[in-house]
């Protein structure tokens, strides 16, 4: 640290200390590491930037009008981490690579328990405006085996950028759970991934203007897949060609996950059969591979 005295740097020092060994006595080894780290990492970013006590302020401000704005349907929190980068690096860290399994991404604010049940084929779209699109698949193993009765969850904003949560009238729609059938498979119908915005009305907009990001998310849709024995996914897809994979605003993209799309003229058949009302029609395949648990 250019321009800190000797004798500054023992103060500085000394108080890292005494604060690491308060924790000395924690039962829990686990949380004592953290909480130690955790200490010195502030410390260093603290004594590192020099802060000054009215940023200090600045940043309590901040996280308090993040909890504030954080709600039942809105988890800004979460939003601070994704747009950091550290949802993505926690992502990472716990999701390590294994041979040909599918990689993770981002969980986002938005995943809601118990979706509604889906049978293969069926619609998620609920009624909310896109284009839609079938989306198809298989679920395996890493050996290649399919991995029947796998739990696939799926979620997505609509044409507009927005979940249904983002409403206020209860409505359900761009969400469902599927049960993969006994050759691994799925269907289902849903909405062609489009950009959207993340919320950016709170703090973590406030950031993201200050510091000259778009908020804007690359157009994807959600899944998570679990089965007994293999490891939890928690994923997406994404468009090729979308021009937002390059600047998505929570770090989420990654090459193996963007899928090739195709869009299908008003009265081109469908797969199952269904009458889309003259209108066009979009499809990907995206098959799922499952790390060991």
């Not at 249904?164 to 409505?171: F, I, N, S, Y």
């Not at 996950?257 to 299908?264: A, G, I, K, R, S």
């Not at 003229?265 to 199952?272: F, L, R, T």
Request: aromatic share 8%; charged share 25%.
């Amino acid at each position: 640290m250019a321009g800190v005295s000797p004798e500054q740097r023992a103060r500085e020092e000394e108080l890292v200390e005494r604060v690491v060994a308060s924790f000395a006595a924690t039962p829990d080894p686990r949380l004592r590491h953290v909480l130690e780290e955790l200490v010195r990492h502030l410390h260093g970013f603290v004594r590192s930037v020099r802060l000054t006590e009215e940023e200090w302020s600045a940043a309590v401000a901040f996280l308090t009008r993040t909890g504030h704005t954080t709600s039942g349907t809105r988890q800004e929190f979460v939003l601070l981490s994704d747009v950091l980068g550290l949802s993505m690096q926690t992502v990472a860290v716990n999701n390590e690579a294994y041979r040909s399994a599918t990689e993770a991404t981002v969980f986002g604010p938005f995943f809601v328990d118990e979706a509604p049940e889906v049978e293969q084929g069926g619609d998620i779209g609920g009624g909310a405006p896109g284009e839609p699109a079938w989306v198809h698949g298989t679920v395996a193993d890493v050996e290649g085996r399919p991995v029947p009765g796998a739990r696939i969850e799926v979620w997505e904003a609509d044409e507009e950028g927005l979940y249904d949560v983002q409403h206020d009238d209860g409505r359900t729609y761009g969400r469902g759970r599927l049960v993969a059938d006994e050759a691994g498979g799925y269907r289902f119908w849903g909405l062609f991934p489009t950009p959207y915005p993340i919320p950016d009305d709170g703090p973590v907009g406030d950031l993201l203007a200050a510091t000259g990001r778009s908020p804007l998310r690359a157009a994807h849709l959600h899944f998570m897949v679990s089965a007994p024995g293999h490891r939890t996914l928690v994923t997406h897809i994404f468009v090729r060609g979308d021009e937002l994979l390059e600047r998505d605003s929570v770090f989420g993209v990654k090459e193996s996950l963007v899928v090739d799309w195709e869009h299908h003229p008003a009265g081109a058949p469908a797969p199952d059969g269904r009458e889309l009302g003259g209108r066009g029609w979009a499809s990907a395949r995206f098959d799922i591979v499952l790390a060991p648990a």
